[in-house]
């Protein structure tokens, strides 16, 4: 059974920088895509980066820029360092892997991410 545990989040003023983890435990594909998605109160799930195993990634286009996504193929281990982190980027941050082969989607739990203005 796929597990994905976050962690990172916290409270941090705007300017301020915060890492995101995300480890994946149990059988995981080789060729995956991780991803960090938030939602914020209100409103709905959006993606916020993302990063296939071959190193590939794609960011939203509000946060390009500001944060960075990485990943540690051998720690099934996915990164989101946010830097200049603003008041609106407050949210629940979701890390997620995508199977495509399989049709696949594992969720974490999410952590939460506030920013002070």
């Known amino acids: 059974q796929v597990q994905l545990v976050e962690s990172g989040g916290g409270l941090v003023q705007a300017g301020g920088s915060l890492r995101l983890s995300c480890a994946a435990s149990?059988?995981?594909?080789?060729?995956?895509?991780m991803g960090w998605y938030r939602q914020a109160p209100g409103k709905q799930r959006e993606l916020v980066a993302q990063i296939s195993s071959g190193g590939s990634t794609n960011y939203a286009d509000s946060v390009k820029g500001r944060f960075g996504i990485s990943r540690d193929n051998a720690k099934n281990t996915v990164y989101l360092q946010m830097n200049n982190l603003k008041a609106e980027d407050t949210a629940v941050y979701y890390c997620?892997?995508?199977?495509?082969?399989?049709?696949?989607?594992?969720w974490g739990k999410g952590t939460l991410v506030t920013v002070s203005s």
């Open positions: 997620k892997v995508a199977v495509a082969l399989y049709n696949l989607d594992y």
């Open positions: 149990g059988s995981i594909p080789r060729f995956n895509v």
